[in-house]
């Protein structure tokens, strides 16, 4: 019994080996963000003179957080994206949930071919410029935050994981309810949610993410300043470089390395909030993958 569980030189090695790569990976995915967190804290002199690995802040200081906030136009992409996010979750759970529940159901006439409709659109779509004349010139939502979030209210793949675990739900429990009495809202809402709520945080999960991160959507929709979300201040900020007028009394020297804090201190204030939120609903993400995955 004791040789059984003696491993072979080989799956030392091997064992090792995977180690060694996962601790690789580890620092390859987590330097990054510990780079821009350090960053954020340096003295923007010292950190634009600095060269090699960045372990510890050069010169600490909060400078650029303080900058950060006083631009009006962080705290109002803040709050716009809130909207977005808690707004426009709120109504993809609930045309994903009314969608997945009557295509989960037996009996409901047409549901395959209805799948099939719904299956074409991920791998086929009208393009950008059809899109944009349906939001901008057909339902009239250019310059509007609902442009951000009417035109995606269900998700293809979200619909699919949805209806796959309302499926799971079995139909004797339905029959039960509707000798009750209950009608498809209160079966739906009172019965197939609470049971199904590993798989509404998945939906959760994937909807705010996906809201908090967008950017594209409000380049294209949107143009006045005060409606513009946090992400795509961040892409200005990052990409067009315009830090000049954040960088307050510095010096025309100084106003790049200024530029540089600021950049990383944005990041940091773009990123955490989302960060604070997915390890309360990580534990639920493989399960609702592997509900989409194993049944069809």
């Known amino acids: 019994m004791i040789g059984i569980n ?3 030189p080989g799956e030392y090695v091997f064992s090792t080996f995977n180690y060694l790569f996962m601790l690789l ?9 510990i780079y821009v967190l350090i960053s954020s804290v340096s003295d923007s002199n010292q950190l634009v003179s600095h060269t090699g690995i960045l372990l510890t802040p050069q010169g600490f200081t909060f400078n650029a957080y303080t900058k950060v906030f006083q631009n009006p136009n962080i705290m109002s992409g803040y709050l716009n994206t809130l909207i977005i996010v808690l707004g426009g979750t709120l109504i993809n759970l609930f045309m994903t949930s009314l969608g997945a529940y009557v295509l989960s159901r037996k009996g409901v006439p047409w549901t395959r071919y209805v799948m099939l409709m719904i299956v074409f659109t991920m791998f086929f779509s009208g393009g950008m410029i059809p899109v944009y004349l349906l939001v901008n ?5 250019g310059n509007t935050l609902l442009a ?8 293809t793949w979200n619909l699919i994981i949805l209806r796959t675990s309302f499926s799971s739900i079995p139909d004797s429990l339905i029959e039960s309810a509707r000798i009750d009495g209950a009608q498809d809202f209160t079966i739906l809402f009172r019965i197939v949610i609470p ?9 959760i999960l994937f909807y705010g993410v996906g809201h908090w991160n967008a950017w594209f959507g409000a380049m294209i929709y949107l143009r006045d300043r005060a409606l513009f979300p946090l992400q795509l201040i961040l892409r200005e900020i990052l990409i067009q470089n315009s830090t000049a007028y954040m960088s307050g009394d510095a010096s025309a020297g100084d106003v790049e390395a ?6 990383y ?12 939120v997915y390890p309360f609903l990580q534990k639920y993400f493989v399960k609702g993958v592997m509900i989409g995955s194993v049944k069809g």
Do not use: Q
Request: glycine share 4%; charged share 10%; proline share 8%.
């Open 25 to 33: 990976m580890i620092v390859v995915t987590l330097y990054p963000f």
């Open 265 to 276: 201190a944005t990041i940091i204030v773009a990123t955490l909030p989302i960060l604070a």
């Open 137 to 141: 010139n057909w339902l009239h939502l």
């Open 195 to 203: 049971l199904s709520l590993p798989v509404m945080a998945v939906m």
């Open 148 to 155: 951000l979030i009417i035109p995606g209210m269900v998700s």
């Open 6 to 8: 003696r491993r072979s």
């Open 258 to 263: 200024v530029g540089e804090s600021i950049k």
